[in-house]
């Protein structure tokens, strides 16, 4: 009765690697390489934005990505799906430029391989992605973000992407889009975008590149009664967004109680309800590029004449 059950386990895992490989070769060359570029369809869907971190110039994301390209060499006479590891055929070394550490790869790096020789690869990636932010009109500010991938090795002239036409023919214009309902809770999608592009990574390098772009708008009144609710905003973020300059960040300590006179002004003016208008002269008071390089008036009033 052992021996039974071994010898089935043996031909359960056997039978694994036979539907894993499945007759693959090891394909390693551009399929179709005298023929021009090979086409990379492109689809890109934000599941969810949990966060915008203006201090890490970093935004938190759930990002499905298919990507789906023809190789003649692995068509074959079934009538399904055939899957094979990532690495055992050929691909085009996708990577995210801006992904950091904290990105987990959800899916297998496998590959779906049609009859005919479509070979389709999805992957779902969650976790930080870094974005450059300018801050200067902070907290009044719109900012782009972008998820942009780069086809390692390969030039233009080698590998070329376009939106997914199953997507766009589905609806989804240019093979991409945001869901609906995202956890972000202080900003607002405004729109989004792709486009084709070129990442130098040295003079003579230049590689293949999509990106998805977004841009969103902070949330003013979720950012007051964010204020209101901890009086003190946070400091390094207001002083870096007027250096706005990485180098000079370093230096925001040394501002903090200066600032702090005039955000306890402010969310002064944000308990005693006044006029949007009044509001924002407040903050344009307190922004003002007068006082970029120092802070001279943490004794002053907000309505006070900060020009002297």
Sequence with gaps: MKRIHFLLVVLFVMSIQ??????????????????????ISVGIWIADITSI??????????????LRWKD????????????????????????????????????????????????????RYAGAFTQPLRLR????????FHIQLVAVRYQLNEVMFVPDQDWVNNGLKQGGGIAPSITLPDWTIENWKTKLLTYALAPGLEYSSYAFEFTAARNVQHYILKSHSSPRLDRDHVVGGLLDRSGQRQFAGQHRDDVDADIDCLSFLHRQSVAAAALHDATGCLYSSKHIARFPFPHRGCGDDHSR
Aim: aromatic fraction near 10%; glycine fraction near 4%; charged fraction near 20%.
């Design 18 to 39: 036979v539907a894993w490989s499945a007759d693959a070769p090891a394909v390693i060359d551009r399929p179709s390489a005298d023929d021009g570029p090979t086409q």
């Design 53 to 66: 971190d203006s201090a890490q110039q970093s935004f938190t994301a759930e990002v499905a990505i298919v």
């Design 72 to 123: 003649p060499r692995l068509a074959h006479t079934g009538n399904g799906f055939v899957r094979y590891p990532l690495e055992q055929i050929w691909h085009p070394r996708i990577a995210i430029l801006n992904e950091t550490n904290s990105v987990s790869h959800k899916f297998p790096e496998a590959v779906e391989v049609e009859p005919d020789g479509r070979v389709n690869y999805r992957q």
């Design 137 to 144: 009109s902070f907290p009044f500010d719109r900012q782009t």
